[in-house]
């Protein structure tokens, strides 16, 4: 029983502070705040976003906005004799 106060007693303390401090201080609401967060980030998101013909040619690997501008350059292959004859 006293392991469930112990684990009880911060949440209860914290709930009974919350509803104090909502009642008798101006306290902002998060919930308006997170949704306009949410709107600027999905602003942002259609602002920035690719085109939708980029992504066809981005998936032939004909496009070289992806790319920077250059071609991938093939790593050369060396052989190495590591024998000792």
Excluded: W
């Excluded at 949440?11 to 949704?35: E, M, S, T, W």
């Excluded at 709107?39 to 980029?54: C, F, L, V």
């Excluded at 690997?61 to 790319?67: I, L, Q, V």
């Amino acid at each position: 029983m006293g392991c469930l106060l112990r684990r009880l007693f911060p949440f209860l303390a914290g709930a009974a502070v919350g509803a104090y401090a909502a009642q008798n201080y101006k306290v902002p609401n998060i919930r308006h705040l997170a949704d306009r967060a949410v709107d600027a980030a999905r602003r942002y998101e259609e602002a920035y976003r690719k085109k939708p013909g980029a992504s066809s040619m981005d998936a032939a690997g004909s496009s070289s906005y992806a790319t920077g501008g250059r071609k991938k350059r093939a790593a050369a292959q060396v052989d190495v004799d590591d024998d000792e004859e």
